[in-house]
C-alpha cells in the first residue's frame, strides 16, 4: 500500500523584520537631547480613544522628522524599510517608500498601549532607545485570533501561536506591515521605556 505524500504550505505568514542597528550607540546620543527637548515643549497628545496611559506625541503638529537630532535615526529608518520592503518584493522603484512620520512614546511603570494596526500606511515600526530591564513586551499578534473558533493545542508553535512577543532592547529596531495587529505589554520598570514608532507608505 503506498503513501500519499504532502506538503505544508505558508501561504500567508505575518512578516517581521528585527535589527539590532549597528550604530545605536551614536545614534542614542544624538536623540536624547533631542528628547529632552520636545518634552519640554510638547504636551502629552494621548489620543482620546486609547485607553492606556503614557507619554506621547504622536498628535503633535509636528513630527520628529522636522528636529535634527532625530535626522540620523530617520535616515537608517528609511534605509531599514527598504530593505524590508525588498523582502516583501514591494516594487519601490515604481512607487517608493515615502518616510511618513514618526513619534515618541515614553512608558512609565504600569503603562501599556491595547491592540492595534496603522490605518493607512504600508510599512510601520518601533526603535527602542531606552528598553530598562523589565520594559513592557512588544506583542505581534495573530490576524485571525478574532475570526477563528480556538481550539485547544498540545504545544504552541509557529503554526498556532496566538501572539509573539519581543523583548525592548536598546538599539533594537522592528518593522512589519501596518495592518499587524499588535500592543504593548505593561511596564515593570521604574525607569522610563522610550520608543520611537514610525509610518511609510508608497
Given amino acids: 500500500?503506498?503513501?500519499?505524500?504532502?506538503?505544508?504550505?505558508?501561504?500567508?505568514?505575518?512578516?517581521?523584520?528585527?535589527?539590532?542597528?549597528a550604530n545605536a550607540a551614536e545614534i542614542n546620543k544624538q536623540i536624547d537631547a533631542g528628547i529632552e527637548k520636545i518634552r519640554k515643549i510638547?504636551?502629552?497628545?494621548?489620543?482620546?480613544?486609547?485607553?492606556?496611559?503614557?507619554?506621547?506625541?504622536?498628535?503633535?503638529?509636528?513630527?520628529?522628522?522636522?528636529?535634527?537630532e532625530f535626522a540620523p535615526l530617520c535616515?537608517?529608518?528609511?534605509?531599514?524599510?527598504?530593505?524590508f520592503a525588498t523582502t516583501l518584493d514591494l516594487d519601490i522603484k515604481f512607487r517608493p517608500l515615502i518616510f511618513t512620520e514618526c513619534w515618541l512614546n515614553i512608558y512609565g511603570e504600569g503603562h501599556a498601549q491595547e491592540i492595534h494596526t496603522h490605518a493607512n500606511c504600508v510599512i510601520s515600526g518601533i526603535y527602542y532607545a531606552k528598553a530598562p530591564p523589565g520594559s513592557g513586551e512588544l506583542l505581534i499578534h495573530s490576524p485571525y485570533n478574532d475570526t477563528m473558533l480556538d481550539p485547544?493545542?498540545?504545544n504552541v508553535n509557529g503554526f498556532n501561536m496566538k501572539m509573539v512577543p519581543i523583548k525592548p532592547?536598546?538599539?533594537?529596531?522592528?518593522?512589519?506591515?501596518?495592518?499587524?495587529?499588535?500592543?504593548?505589554?505593561?511596564?515593570?520598570?521604574?525607569?522610563?521605556?522610550?520608543?520611537?514608532?514610525?509610518n511609510l507608505t508608497m
Fill in 169 to 198: 532592547k536598546e538599539g533594537k529596531m522592528i518593522l512589519f506591515r501596518s495592518y499587524v495587529k499588535h500592543s504593548v505589554k505593561p511596564t515593570k520598570s521604574k525607569e522610563e521605556r522610550i520608543s520611537i514608532a514610525f
Fill in 75 to 83: 535616515k537608517v529608518i528609511v534605509e531599514e524599510a527598504q530593505k
Fill in 1 to 21: 500500500m503506498s503513501e500519499n505524500n504532502g506538503e505544508t504550505l505558508l501561504y500567508f505568514p505575518t512578516v517581521v523584520r528585527e535589527v539590532q542597528i
Fill in 42 to 68: 510638547e504636551p502629552n497628545t494621548l489620543p482620546a480613544a486609547w485607553s492606556c496611559e503614557l507619554y506621547t506625541t504622536i498628535g503633535s503638529p509636528g513630527t520628529l522628522k522636522d528636529h535634527e
Fill in 152 to 154: 485547544p493545542h498540545n
